[in-house]
């Protein structure tokens, strides 16, 4: 009798479950051992993507150079994208800068947003699965997920506080071995991961 109540409760199981579907979609590929098919991907173009619906201001500091990496289609726009939403969706963001330049044989992507510095303690939980923290969006497993691409494409991620406030994300990873190499000195690429 009472349908606004019923569009409520019919609005919480819809949410839930395509909340299921993105957790066993995010579970199945981590979980995967099947090899995965990595290609040649642009990472401007990626960044381009993953930034063109956000409503917040975003400065592009692409390289001219185009970084290039052998990347798993699927995995590289999804965990960006969700870093991107992540940071674009904390309420005192007002602009997120996003840059991509090559650096010897590595392409480093950073990310940068002006809004509320984590702790030490909120950097090592933001890359946890299921973490969700005070004052941020819940992560799930979207940070995580950007970790685990760059520890399958032997690269690395680092996260810290940016000045004077905000949080800043470098993905540092491998340039295809087709790609002209640059000028630049070498990055190394740990192969531990993160």
């Known amino acids: ?3 606004a109540a019923i569009e409520k409760y019919l609005g919480e199981v819809r949410n ?6 993105e957790l066993m979609r995010d579970l199945a590929a981590f979980a995967s051992d099947n090899p995965i098919q990595s290609r040649v991907l642009s990472l401007n173009d990626l960044v381009r993507n993953a930034v063109s619906d956000l409503e917040v201001s975003t400065t592009l500091d692409l390289s001219p150079r185009d970084p290039v990496a052998q990347l798993n289609l699927w995995l590289a726009q999804d965990a960006l994208g969700r870093l991107i939403g992540f940071m674009a969706a904390t309420k005192t963001v007002t602009s997120i800068r996003l840059a991509t330049r090559v ?3 590595a392409a480093v992507l950073t990310i940068e947003d002006d809004g509320v510095s984590p702790s030490e303690r909120d950097l090592a939980t933001l890359f946890m699965p299921f973490a969700k923290i005070e004052r941020r969006p819940n992560t799930k ?3 995580a997920k950007i970790a685990d691409l ?3 494409s032997a690269g690395f991620v680092t996260a810290g506080v940016r000045e004077p406030h905000g949080l800043r994300v470098v993905l540092t990873l491998p340039v295809d071995e087709d790609a002209p190499s640059g000028d630049g000195p070498g990055v190394p690429l740990p192969q531990q991961g993160v």
């Not at 839930?16 to 579907?21: F, I, L, P």
């Open 150 to 152: 760059a520890f399958r």
């Open 1 to 3: 009798s009472d349908s």
């Open 16 to 21: 839930a479950a395509e909340e299921g579907r």
């Open 103 to 105: 650096v010897g044989s």
């Open 141 to 143: 497993l979207g940070l």
